[in-house]
């Protein structure tokens, strides 16, 4: 719900990229990245799109120097172990790594929500994505041990706690890869922009579907078109979702906070039909395993992961289960990756 000004919950994981990078006093850019076994060159005097992965790259350097910042050339390799096109922010994570490198780089501060604006700005209008904030904004504010709580609108967050001594989350990547500007990202903003437009024509004061309450949904049901009202319905009962779910953190109740996590993949599939066949199988098969208090895709979703959260006790068990049930139905060996909260990028000189 984050481009709908909603709230939302992310945290950052213990699942790294890694932007290396040094001077070579040049006015030239040489990444390599080890991801894609790839190598690319530009000149920082002729930033242009070219719908390739240094797309993120080029497009934060663009955004650095339209507002000022001396950044000169350099030499750089990615590395990591965050999975690339499974909605675990692999992009915001490159935007962030980047503009972090260049300021450590070339000695310049730059604010955190300047920083955040600025990535996500790189990417709505270099790369061509229309992404929220939430992304960028848990890429650098989040912390260890918590998840942050978000304002979309006015930008305002809190850490909250996240028990981590009996359960934990594990995330299962489908073995489908997505990428938003392929998918029907684009067409649930403009279907939840026209719930917006036909709610703020009943109430002026209404900005965006954030200010809509589900009375409101319910009466006006019969004026929206089905799908538009479908749309409406998960952004609205989301946030609402998010809300109880730092609630239920802060009691805490994890079990209440598992059922959310349910209620919300329910959503996501049935009214923003935003899951998959392969993500509703996963979040199924999960289901089935003892110990799991909840499951739910996440990311933008049409392929990508899933997220678990399992007993403790269970880690290798629902790894081994699910791994076997999913391989069965569809012939893909998923990936797992157990998570907890870690810190959001920071800047290492070697």
Partial sequence: TDYNDGFVFPAAINRKIRFYASRNGTRTVNVYSSIFDERIEFSLDELKRTHHWSDYVKGVLKELLNRGYQVEGFNALIAGDLPIGSGLSSSASLELAVSQACAGLYEFSIEPLEQIKLCRKAENHFVGVNCGIMDQFAVLMSRKNHGLFLDCRSLQYELVPIPSDEFVFIIAYSGVKRKLGQTAYHQRQKQC?????????????????????????????????????????????????????????????????????????ESCKNDFEVSSKELDLLVDLARMIPDVLGARMTGAGFGGCTINLVSRIRVEEFQRKLGNLYQRKTGITPQFYVTQPENGVRIEKL
């Fill in 193 to 265: 922009e026209r719930g917006k437009l036909f709610f703020s024509s009943i109430n002026k004061s209404l900005r965006s579907l954030r200010d809509a309450d589900e009375d409101l949904l319910v009466i006006n049901r019969e004026k929206l078109d089905p799908v538009i009202f479908r749309r409406c319905r998960h952004v609205i009962t989301e946030n609402r979702r998010v809300l109880q779910a730092v609630e239920a953190l802060k009691k805490p109740d994890i079990v209440y906070f598992g059922e959310l996590m349910n209620q919300s993949h």
